[in-house]
DNA sequence: CTGAAAGCGCTTACAG
DNA sequence: CTGAAAGCGCTTACAG
């Protein structure tokens, strides 16, 4: 493995000259620059990381920090994942994804043995346990996902108040007064997905404000139990004219127990999910949806948290950014439908 | 930030002796042991990696190349992603995610910096463009996916060829006579994906072995292309029995089509896909499959590999591990049906 | 415009 | 059982 050393000798000059040169950080001469990276180039030279960081305390790595809780198989992540990841590479930063279950421990481990330059939290729980980590640690972190208090922390997120907002205006509007919202399964909720509860209670309020009958229920992420819980769900509120669903297994398991028991939607039963746009044309979801945005949001954290690294001012203001939740009409509601009771 | 000397001048002893109480790499007095021990602790006291790195010329890092290509949503690449970082946290590493278009220039970048100790890659194409670099990079690699040339490379990979001999074994022994095999779309098996090409080829040459008539055609990942190119197959192909479906998109999009034609599974149409029975479970696809297995080859890769990096041999054997195909059921194939031309 | 030297924070022979 | 010192491969003031 050629060194630095190697470069200068080849190249006939010293170590600080060939690094000089390659940084560009001070004024070479044309002929010695020439000579340089000629040598670097024959030797294949690339600095080695370890040495860079400990000399510049800098290491070009961020750490995403996804917490994948136990039963939760969340493939929508793979999106947020991508937008961090393709992002962080067009600012030269490579990123370490750390997956364990014991998030707050990964973090302190990342931060405090510098193996990145800042983080990103994905999948973030209201009294989120890595919080007090990060805020401690000297590295900035920006978040996706909105945990109860936001004091200095930087957090993107959808709207997801306004999208429970959006969900029950737009069923309202089309006349709808009984509606079923479907979530992601409990011990998921309570554990991390603090936008469970943000959707859920402004879709509550909202209901409440209209005179809606809104019954709020989790469900679960896979197959056969996600479709026992709809089919129970609408067997329990069979006047319920509308079923909103913020868990995409419960919108790929619907249309079976609809065909089930030969309902159409919207003639039957009008539905409306969240999940993104690329993901409904990869599973075929077919309902109207609010757009979560997920490469959006992982593009708008890592800017962010580039910005942050290399600012010096660690006192700057935090910024909370919320995204404005967009609806996507796939044709999947009208007016109240004549379900008939099985 | 504390560092080794710190922690020195507190327990009162040298930094050698922190290092070695520390790591139990010598023998330790027990006095001496507890003194480091609690100034360790009370400074909060975590090796810098960077410099670590720099002495042990080990990072504690793997490097997981995923190639996404343009146009292509896998999310089917995050249960491959989620078995290597699982399975590296237990042996003590982290993960480096690389997705990045351009994967050879990330591995020499990734390796030659010596920012990593190994190397998975993910989605390995026939004629990979990453293999040379990884013959060359003094780190060890291993693969999940099988190229052309395997010589010097340790491979995992589900047995493709084999399912692809299942899939149309088992169809013959219904008594299909004439199939379709849809795969992924052409540009991503172009440029990837070799494991599309491994198991159209056995598909077909077993197809052959029988008298069976196959038509193998390339699918896209989303809808409504998708969707439009099973509707174009199955009226090309009338007498076509069964359907084959290497693509994961295209076994949600079915459903869809199907439905729209009022055809059924087994009874108009014998349906069997590859997937893992998780990807059914949370996205309700409801065709028989052959299991991908990818867990089970995330963490067989890993397992490999930490052992290759501790291992001072270079030159033992290396290996090609095929996982075998298991068909899972979920009764979507039966004896020939009676589709009726549309 | 260029070089010699210090220093980043560890680990590990070498010496006792 | 413990310490002083060299060395890993960079970067960057300091000096000229």
Redesign the interface.
Known sequence: ?ATIGDVARLAGVSRSTVSYALSGKRPISDRVRQRVDDAAREL?F?????????ATNQ?G?LG?LAE?LPDE???????Y??GV??TA?DFGY???????ADGADAL???T????VDGVVLLNVAEDDKRLPVLRAA?QPGVLIGMPLDCSGLDVFDLDFEEAGRVMVEHMHELGHRELILASQPAHVVDRGGAYVWRLQRAAEHQAEKRGIRLHAAFAE????E??RTLRALLDAHPDATGLLLNN??AA??L??VL?GRSLRAPDDLSVMGRYSD???????L?YSSIESAPDRLGSMAVRHLVRRIGDDRPDEPHVVRLVSPELVDRGSTGSPGRRVRT
């Open positions: 493995m294949g690339t600095p080695n990381a370890g040495a860079r960081a400990l290491t790595v995403l994948f198989f969340a493939p929508a992540m793979l999106q994942i991508l990841t393709d590479r490579d990123v370490l994804l750390v997956s364990e302190q481990r990342i405090s043995s510098r193996l000297r992420s896979r197959q056969p996600v479709g995409e297994a790929a398991a249309p079976w065909a690329e993901f409904a044309r990869t599973f075929s077919p």
